[in-house]
């Protein structure tokens, strides 16, 4: 009985044991692990080997891009950034959701759908100003906001200078040639970047980073992007211009006929050269010449079909026209001659020929 007791006993607790961890809450995942986890999906949609149109590779991709989205109103939500304070000011675990706008821009341009191509580049765009404008509110690196074809035109008919042509050619060279020595300043800095994340990326993965290399190593990377981010933005806005361009051209096509489609066919010459071909091509219909000439002539395919045939009343016509032409040529004749022997009659011979004359 004392056993029993210890049964009954227990079993109370054990219920209620379930019953606690049936009512506990589920915990929301945090910021900080949906962040993480569509910035691993970004470096696995770069490394990968997938083309960009599977289905595998697309996935990832629109995976990535809700996690981000995701993370990017968790952001707001919490407002952990502002414009009136500084980069020192912001906590090094927070630093890193500056990279949101980025990532996401740089996942939409790996987005596959072709129709909605110019809609996604456009998109992306706006990722990567956004990140660009952040990072020049918080100086975290020198470099000149790029300029899209968008605003070149909008500031070109706000402030329309005249200037002579040699005035404009040589701007223009100038202009050239800074923005080329900017793009090499550009490339070896991201080349030195590169090789300052990948000493420091060995201590993070390692776990044995203190505070200031982890806020080392989040800086870096906001340097890295911002160089991507510069190119990114040039080959986004001519891409731009070529998909519009092409949506200019697109014409409605006119949409033809579809004709039945052709059998295929042996022509034979006689209906016992059809029986000897017929048997040994037996998924191939055969037909004779005169078989074939009469099935065109029913729908009217010849080439003498259209044209219209005599009649027997027309061949009298035609000669009776004949007959009378004949007749009108020798009354012409007739003619001519009696115009000639009445020209000799009042001419002598030799009449106008005055070579011969001594």
Known sequence: MAAVGVTETEQPETEAEATCSQTQPVESPKLSDIFESGWKLHEEAESSTEPSNSDIFQRKVRRGVELLEQ???????????????????IATADIKYLLLPVLLGALTMKLGNSAKRL???????????????????????????????????????????????????????????TKRQAKIERYNLKKETEAKLKDIKLVICSGKADDEQTRKFYLLNL??????????????????????????????????????????????????????????????????????????????????????????????????????????????????????????????????????MG
């Not at 109103?73 to 020192?88: C, G, K």
């Not at 706006?126 to 968008?150: A, H, I, Q, W």
């Open 71 to 89: 993370a990017t109103r968790m952001v707001n939500q919490l407002d952990l950034f502002s414009r009136n304070e500084e980069l020192e000011e």
């Open 119 to 177: 809609e996604h580049v456009q998109k992306a765009q706006v990722y990567y100003m956004d990140f660009l404008k952040r990072c020049k509110d918080y100086n975290v690196m020198t470099f000149e906001f790029p300029k899209t074809v968008e605003n070149n035109e909008e500031s070109n008919k706000a402030s329309v200078v005249p200037s002579s042509p040699a005035v404009g050619s040589q701007s223009s060279l100038l202009s050239m040639a």
């Open 223 to 356: 340097q890295r992007w911002i160089s991507t981010s510069l190119e990114e933005i040039e080959s986004i806005d001519q891409e731009i211009q070529i998909l519009k361009r092409m949506e200019g051209t697109k014409r409605p096509q006119a949409t033809r006929p579809q004709r039945p489609p052709m059998q295929p066919f042996i022509l034979t010459r006689d209906a016992v050269q059809a029986k000897v071909l017929g048997a040994g091509y037996p998924s191939l219909p055969t037909m004779t010449v005169d078989d074939w000439y009469e099935q065109h002539k029913k729908q009217g395919a010849l080439p003498d079909q259209g044209i219209p045939r005599s009649r027997p009343g027309d061949q009298d016509n035609q000669d009776q026209e004949a007959e009378n032409d004949n007749e009108a040529d020798d009354d012409q004749a007739l003619r001519i001659r009696r115009d000639k022997d009445d020209w000799k009659d009042t001419h002598r011979r030799g009449y106008g020929n005055r070579q011969n």
